[in-house]
C-alpha cells in the first residue's frame, strides 16, 4: 500500500507559479501510475494530470494542458506538478494518488491527505 505526502501547497497571486511535490514511501515506486486531482469548495474532485510508471506517458485535463505538467523523479520516489500562470479557479485542495493501472486510479487510488493551494486575484 502506498503511502503518499504531498507538500508545496500555499497562497500564490494570480498569474503565478507553484511546484507541488508528492513523496510515495513504497519501494516499487516505478511501478505505479501517478496521478494529480483537486478538489474546489463545493465542488467534487477532478482529475488533473497523470503520469505512468517510466514516465513518458502523461495525461491531461484539457483545460489545463500548457499551464500545468506532471513529471516524476522514480530515485526520489517523488511527483511534481508545476503550476504556471495560475487562476483563481486554480484554488482547492491537491491531492496525489497512486494506482497500478491509469484504470485504477480513476477509479480506487490510494490517496494523499492533500495540500492547499489558493490563488488571489
Known amino acids: 500500500q502506498a503511502q503518499l505526502v504531498e507538500s508545496g501547497g500555499g497562497l500564490v497571486q494570480a498569474g503565478g507559479s507553484l511546484r507541488l511535490s508528492c513523496v510515495d514511501s513504497v519501494r516499487t515506486f516505478s511501478t505505479y501510475v501517478m496521478g494529480w486531482f483537486r478538489q474546489a469548495p463545493g465542488k467534487e474532485r477532478e482529475f488533473v494530470a497523470a503520469i505512468s510508471g517510466s514516465g513518458p506517458t502523461t495525461y491531461y485535463a484539457d483545460p489545463l494542458k500548457g499551464r500545468f505538467t506532471i513529471s516524476r523523479d522514480n530515485a526520489k520516489n517523488t511527483v511534481y506538478l508545476q503550476m504556471n500562470s495560475l487562476k483563481p479557479e486554480d484554488t482547492g485542495v491537491y491531492y496525489c494518488?497512486?494506482?497500478?493501472?491509469?484504470?485504477?486510479?480513476?477509479?480506487?487510488?490510494?490517496w494523499g491527505q492533500g495540500t492547499q493551494v489558493t490563488v488571489s486575484s
Open positions: 494518488a497512486a494506482a497500478l493501472t491509469f484504470q485504477q486510479l480513476g477509479r480506487t487510488p490510494t
